[in-house]
């Protein structure tokens, strides 16, 4: 079968890969009803993390079960199945307090931009629906996966209840999703910091009340200016730089908190300023298991449209252009069709 490989900086392919194996009795494999692009894909194509050997990419899948290992007893072949980008047995003591992303037996899912894909500890990791879901679900399903858990993990972890006020730090597809996830949890206000014209419409359709186009001390000051001064009562941080990271915490009020997740690059944090500010930071890579049935309800139900954030569609074999667009920012996140 054709799979997606990265050889280094801006270095992917579309090209001959094995099938994947049942490897385990705790293993399925799936076959693939759609994929994507990952923003977390971009650290490694930017030549940003190291790659020393060629890399199997795709972390977020959706797909029909077509095989389980022998131990394997929630999921059956024939079933429509979404998992985690973090594999988990949802048993341990870790993913019973609700952290199955950091599961004593984790793994992190890869080579799901591929027509097929193994998936290890399948009872833990899968979650199947009552039913094929219709074609036109698909991409929100696929969302489900990561981008909208994680971008929902942002809102949990930064504290957003009903009625308070809210800052999404970051335009991308999980700063977008984060929009929604506040809106979802009940924000009253949710400002959107965004320079970028098609993710500001995006942003607003999913919940947004303001747009906030400025970086550094005068988006700080804007903030402060839409909240008499006082910084807002939670804090979504959804890129992972160091700017982004020192941004988030000071449009936060004192007693608020930041939810972090993207992924830190070059973030390092001064003990004295922290102290001072009396914010308070949670994050790390999300547990989207956690929250998984319930995301997929609201997509089946179709309450929310996550799938919206998929502004490209392309077929497999041209998922170098897909990178490239969202490298470029021509593409907000990329989806790939099998």
Request: with cysteine; hydrophobic share 45%; proline share 6%.
């Amino acid at each position: 079968m054709r799979g997606t490989m990265l050889y280094g900086p801006r270095d992917v392919r579309c090209e001959d890969v094995p099938e994947p194996q049942i490897l385990l009795p705790t293993d399925a494999i799936i076959r693939l009803s759609a994929s994507c692009i990952c923003g977390s894909d971009l650290w490694p194509y930017r030549g940003l993390n190291e790659v020393t050997a060629p890399r199997a990419m795709g972390h977020e899948y959706c797909g029909i079960v077509e095989a389980v290992g022998a131990a394997v007893t929630t999921v059956k072949p024939g079933q429509f199945v979404v998992g985690s980008f973090c594999l988990s047995d949802n048993t341990c003591p870790h993913c019973r307090f609700g952290f199955p992303s950091s599961c004593e037996q984790r793994e992190f899912m890869t080579g799901a931009q591929a027509p097929k894909a193994r998936v290890a500890l399948a009872d833990g990791t899968l979650v199947a629906t009552a039913e094929l879901p219709p074609d036109d679900l698909i991409p929100s399903l696929l969302a489900t996966s990561d981008v909208l858990g994680t971008g929902w993990y942002a809102a949990e972890a930064a504290n957003v209840k009903p009625g308070c006020t809210a800052v999404v730090v970051g335009d991308g597809a999980v700063g977008l999703m984060g929009v929604l996830a506040a809106k979802q949890l009940g924000a009253a206000r949710i400002i959107a910091m965004s320079r970028h014209k098609t993710r500001q419409d995006l942003a607003l359709e999913f919940g947004a009340t303001d747009i906030i186009a400025a970086r550094g001390a005068e988006g700080v000051a804007q903030i402060k200016a839409l909240t008499r001064k006082i910084g807002a009562d939670a804090v979504l941080e959804c890129v992972g730089t160091a700017e982004s990271m020192a941004q988030a915490i000071e449009c936060a009020r004192p007693g608020a908190m930041v939810g972090y997740v993207g992924v830190p690059h070059g973030v390092q944090l001064e003990g004295q300023s922290m102290f001072f500010a009396q914010v308070g930071l949670m994050g790390g890579p999300a547990p989207v298991r956690r929250v998984l049935p319930h995301l997929m309800d609201l997509v089946l139900t179709r309450q929310i449209n996550p799938g919206k954030v998929f502004d490209l569609e392309l077929p497999l074999a041209d998922v170098a252009e897909g990178y490239k667009a969202m490298d470029e920012r021509r593409a907000i996140k990329t989806l790939l069709r099998m």
